[in-house]
């Protein structure tokens, strides 16, 4: 089979690997939908040391398809079945997997390699996160249960509610989400971003009041602007940039919520104003991944069609093109690429 497979920053390959062969509690998923996310520029251009903890590896962590082959020992899936698998396990027994924050899961088990025809799921990733699909989600839409449970999360821990004005900062795949979410609990949202093409693509796609970034001297005076100098309820920022992650939290008014959900590059910091997060009770939180319980309401919200992501696949291509996918996405002229392994 063909698959990516990545080696360090900047070196992705394209490869001719053997099917794996199920072991004891795995099953073989063949991948019928792919999908392309900022995550995957990232780590391509400088690593991960969390997601990719060792090279080389199977690329790419968006995905759902078929069981083509279970391995001795599991019982709850058979071939055939169509299945999401969410790209991590939690190993279930630490203090964090108790408390059920399962994303902060001291032995976090990732898994890559969406960007390939099959992929070996292990025995931890489907005793908790492989989730079977009803006969009406197709596996282009149930390949967004990833993306969208972090949205999930993000939005959960913003604590938004009915009525509340909510600034997502960042129009990539993953604001876009965070503002769908955000738009269903019945907040007003409003999406920041850069103007260009995207903007417009989000502005076209009705997902909330789009924001040109640059119409104000900053972020936080042009929110203060659009709500009557109050600031915003919650501020999520999605870039993952220091001085987006400061903007955000000028941007909040009292008692407001700042979620930071893009991670930033390690070894950065942001200076807070001590006075205001006191006086003002200002809640700063960070967001970070998702749980099982998360990965399986995603999958309820998209089979249900309470939430239909399909405005936000700008291209399809096939399996070779992933390398051009990722071009698009990191010259922003894409917002998510569905890759079909079988359309090459
Ligand atoms: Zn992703
Ligand atoms: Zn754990």
Redesign the pocket.
């Known amino acids: 089979m063909k698959a990516h497979v990545f080696y360090g920053p900047g070196d992705l390959r394209f490869e001719e690997l053997p099917v794996p062969e199920p072991g004891f509690g795995e099953i073989v998923m063949k991948i019928e939908a792919a999908l392309t996310?900022g995550?995957d520029v990232k780590v391509l251009r400088r690593g991960h040391p969390v997601m990719i903890p060792h090279v080389p590896t199977v690329f790419g962590?968006?995905f759902a398809g078929v069981v083509a082959r279970v391995g001795r020992g599991v019982t709850d899936f058979r071939e055939g079945d169509r299945v999401v698998a969410a790209n991590s396990a939690p190993c279930g027994a630490c203090r964090c997997c108790h408390a059920g924050r399962q994303n902060l899961c001291e032995d976090l088990l990732f898994v890559n390699g969406g960007y390939g025809e099959y992929i070996a799921l292990p025995p931890r990733l489907v005793a908790s996160n492989v989730v079977r699909l009803g006969p009406s989600l197709p596996a282009r839409r149930a390949a967004f249960a990833?993306?969208l449970a972090?949205a999930l999360l993000g939005i959960e821990r913003g604590r938004v509610e009915e009525g509340m004005t909510v600034a997502v900062i960042g129009h990539g795949p993953l604001g876009c989400l965070l503002a769908i979410v955000a738009a269903q609990r019945g907040a007003r949202v409003l999406v920041v971003g850069k103007p260009g093409w995207r903007l417009e693509r989000v502005r076209g796609l009705g997902i909330g009041e789009c924001l040109d970034a640059g119409r104000s001297p900053s972020l936080a005076a042009l929110l203060r602007d659009v709500t009557g100098g109050r600031g915003v309820d919650v501020a999520v920022d999605a870039t993952g940039r220091p001085e987006v992650w400061e903007q955000a939290v000028a941007a909040v008014g009292r008692g407001g919520t700042v979620v930071f959900f893009g991670g930033c590059a390690p070894g950065t910091s942001v200076a807070v104003d001590t006075r205001r997060v006191h006086y003002e009770e200002l809640t700063l939180v960070g967001a970070f991944h998702h749980t099982p319980a998360l990965i399986r309401q995603a999958v309820a919200l998209l089979e249900s069609e309470a939430l239909v992501p399909d405005g936000l696949l700008t291209h399809t291509m096939g399996l070779a093109d992933v390398p051009d996918a990722l071009g698009l996405m990191e010259r922003g002229q894409a917002l998510k690429v569905l890759i079909e392994p079988y359309t090459a």
């Open positions: 996310c995550t962590h968006e990833e993306p972090c």
